[in-house]
């Protein structure tokens, strides 16, 4: 008799301790994870301010047009409310990315062939470590937001084949952006962080703001 009252009293126990344990897994968890997660789609949304930058390597007048296509280009941003600025960010990040088009292409046996990409990025840092008193460690990385990359081909030249895939992508890039304005969590951000929203800073102005914690000579 006593031996059953033990066992039932060692299993009240032992499934209260199961209940207090998950109560406390969740809510441990809550208080760890209260922060919000930002879901890959949704990261298009942040941008407000972008560098134009291209890598033209094709020879043999197989793309001839390249400055109209980069001004189209301008011309989608702007209009679409994504600043494009004239200066390398003295900090790029995810509210200032770069916008590289790069292509290479040549002529063989009287043919143009080439590839062009379109990539959203910038550099961002991820540190790993710095538990129970050991060193943390910091990596610089390129983080990509958008890509679009096509191979191409053409007897005379490939001026509209690529206008035309420079173009695409650029709007598809656009309407992520535009389509992820409308998440709740992007519109409670910038209203959480409206600084986030202000143009990157130059290199002069960072360079001003370090001279005014430099220590004043008498």
């Not at 420079?166 to 409206?194: K, M």
Request: charged share 20%; glycine share 6%; net charge negative.
């Amino acid at each position: 008799m006593i031996i059953a009252v033990s066992k039932i009293i060692i299993r009240t126990f032992n499934a209260t301790l199961l209940v207090l344990t998950i109560f406390l897994i969740g809510f441990f968890t809550k208080e760890v994870f209260a922060d919000e997660m930002i879901s890959y789609d949704s990261v298009p949304g942040f941008v407000k301010y972008i560098r134009l930058k291209h890598d033209d390597q094709v020879t043999d007048n197989c793309w001839t047009n390249a400055s109209s296509v980069l001004a189209r280009a301008r011309l989608r941003l702007e209009n679409n409310d994504v600043h494009v600025i004239d200066y390398d960010p003295v900090f790029p990040s995810l509210f200032s990315p770069f916008l590289q088009i790069s292509a290479v292409g040549y002529r063989t046996g009287g043919l143009c062939v080439g590839n062009v990409s379109v990539q959203v990025l910038y550099y961002g840092n991820s540190s790993y470590g710095g538990l129970e008193n050991k060193p943390k460690y910091w990596f610089t990385a390129q983080q990509v937001i958008f890509t679009r990359s096509s191979v191409f081909s053409s007897g005379k030249n490939f001026n509209q084949q690529i206008d035309d895939f420079i173009d695409g992508s650029v709007s598809e890039f656009l309407a992520n952006a535009v389509a992820s304005r409308r998440d709740p969590i992007v519109e409670e951000f910038f209203q959480t962080y409206p600084s986030f929203g202000s143009p990157p800073m130059t290199q002069e102005e960072w360079d001003k703001y370090l001279s005014t914690l430099a220590p004043q000579k008498n």
